[in-house]
């Protein structure tokens, strides 16, 4: 396998358990060993932990897209929560939180979310009056829902049930005059 493959596996690796359990409570050996090398390893491709946690956090959430029509909406943010549960991969949501709880700096980190997350979901939905009390309803729902379906590992079985249920009461405050 090449450095570069490495790196790319063992920050898949480090993306997941960050937004599992938190940058304090994620060390180099648990992402070595889940990744299938030495801590050396990991320390070589990825240099410092601090280093690793920077280059494994997404700066922001997947862009909303525009095509999406007003009523899919929060059944469409549902199934990506869902998605990537299902597929292991990094959930923004959940990083986003722990990110401001772990940062040096909760209030650059609480000024970043609000950026990244809360502002393009108030964008998405134009120029309803209510636009950002939406949007920060939502962040609160998804991170809710993603909290639930990723540490606490609640809810595994019943995905289509969950979309629908879930994705509905998103769309309830969206559609809300």
Known sequence: MTAQATRAQVLDVARRLFAE????????RQIAAEAGISPAMVMKVCGT?????????P?????????????????ELVTRVLRRR?????????Q???????SPDPAAARAAFGDHYVAKLQRRLGDD???????????AMLIGLA?????????????????E???????????EP
Do not use: C, F
């Open 21 to 28: 359990r938190g940058y304090p409570h994620v060390t180099i």
């Open 49 to 57: 932990k601090e280093q690793l946690y920077a280059d494994a956090t």
């Open 59 to 75: 700066p922001e959430a997947e862009p909303l897209d525009p095509g999406w029509p007003r009523d899919v909406i929060g059944h």
């Open 86 to 94: 299902d597929a292991g991969a990094a959930e923004p949501w959940l």
């Open 96 to 102: 986003a939180l722990l990110g401001t709880l772990d």
């Open 129 to 139: 009056p209510k636009s950002e009390a939406k949007a920060e309803l939502i962040a």
């Open 147 to 163: 909290s639930a379906v990723r540490p606490l590992r609640l809810m595994n079985d019943e995905t289509d049930w969950i979309t």
């Open 165 to 175: 249920r879930y994705g509905s009461m998103i769309q309830s405050v969206i559609d």
